[in-house]
């Protein structure tokens, strides 16, 4: 059975940092890619970031490109993101994927298998 589990979510206030992790604890996403997405209340889910399995391709949404950094420790089977200069607009649930292939995956159909989320939510 599938577990992602994401923990790192919190209250912060805006220009503050947040790190989400994802534990992988049945390694299913193991030569996989595997990406960050949001979904804001009354909002669909967007995308955010994306990794390949090796880590050596990335890929950010617009909105945050420049403030969040995805990586992974697949020895430890985890995958983070490292946001920085949190705005209120990143208020949301984040949700951890693993992708159907190896490479970057942008959309949530490429995706394969989701977490139940953590919620951030940034303070103005």
């Known amino acids: 059975q599938v577990q992602l589990v994401e923990s790192g979510g919190g209250l912060v206030q805006a220009g503050g940092s947040l790190r989400l992790s994802c534990a992988d604890s049945r390694r299913t996403s193991s030569n996989n890619g595997m990406g960050w997405f949001r979904q804001a209340p009354g909002k669909e889910r967007q995308f955010v970031a994306a990794?390949?399995?090796?880590?050596?391709?990335?890929s950010y949404s617009d909105s945050v490109k420049g403030r969040f950094t995805i990586s992974r420790d697949n020895a430890r089977n985890t995958l983070y993101l490292q946001m920085n200069s949190l705005k209120p607009e990143d208020t949301a649930v984040y949700y951890c994927a693993v992708a159907r292939s190896s490479g970057i995956a942008t959309t949530a159909g490429a995706m394969h298998y989701w977490g139940k989320g953590t919620l951030v939510t940034v303070s103005s």
């Open positions: 990794i390949s399995w090796r880590g050596g391709s990335t």
